[in-house]
């Protein structure tokens, strides 16, 4: 079965502009997370979907949020961009979201704001 | 709060020789633990958990809920092993939130 699909994979964006990432889960899946990774900070959570409902959020600043659509697929978005936001950004998604249940990571969004 | 600690960065040995990765929790609950790990070029997958009971590629895991750690085990490794580990929990039923340490990346020598 095909895995965890983000897009984009790679993209630079400019300090103070907006990004918005997608992340399609497996089929079947109806949890999904996000974590950022940086060199400094390792793999943060950011939040957590189950059923269009944020169910988990991590402690960043509210210009990261998120949704999740019906079909599961679900984005993020990055507002005002920094350059520390500069980060791989993980999708992850698993059958229920619950213990148990395995959890799948994508490939990853490479952002890189100048 | 939850935290997980690995305190190694860096871990190189030689093949053939044991191998142990350090995981120390902090969590007043019953957590349940994970390693992951990242080959080159590849994505996060998971290599097990605490309560499979399993050995996976040759590791093995046991939680030691009164040293609170959950360190991996290999008695010989293999070039292949080389890669990103990573130690992570989550604290609840109904949750896909992991709480990952910083890693370790481990090498191995030929």
């Known amino acids: 079965k095909a895995g965890v699909t983000q897009t984009p994979r790679y993209l630079i964006k400019t300090r103070g502009q907006q990004v918005t990432l997608s992340c399609s889960p497996i089929?079947?899946?109806?949890?999904v997370s996000w974590y950022q990774q940086t060199p400094g900070q390792g793999l943060q959570f950011l939040f957590e979907y189950f059923s269009e409902t944020q169910r988990n959020k991590g402690n960043f600043p509210g210009r990261f949020s998120g949704r999740q659509f019906s079909n599961s697929r679900s984005e993020m978005n990055v507002s005002t961009l920094e350059l520390g936001d500069s980060a791989l950004y993980l999708c992850a998604s698993s059958r229920e979201g619950s213990s148990g249940n395995t959890i799948y990571f994508g490939e990853g969004s490479w952002l890189t704001v100048v | 709060a939850q935290r997980v600690t690995q305190p190694e960065k860096l871990l190189s040995v030689f093949k053939g020789a044991p191998v142990e990765l350090k995981c120390n929790y902090s969590y007043s609950g019953s957590p349940e633990l994970f390693w992951y790990v990242q080959y080159s070029r590849q994505r996060l997958q998971l290599l097990l958990r605490?309560?499979s009971r399993e050995s996976i590629k040759g590791f093995t895991a046991d939680l030691n809920k009164g040293e609170t750690s959950f360190h991996l085990k290999k008695p010989f490794a293999q070039e292949e092993d080389s890669a990103m580990y990573y130690c992570?929990?989550?604290?609840?039923?109904?949750?896909?939130?992991?709480?990952f340490g910083q890693g370790t990346t481990l090498q191995v020598k030929p």
């Open positions: 089929s079947g899946h109806r949890s």
């Open positions: 992570a929990l989550t604290y609840s039923s109904n949750t896909g939130k992991l709480i």
């Open positions: 605490h309560i």
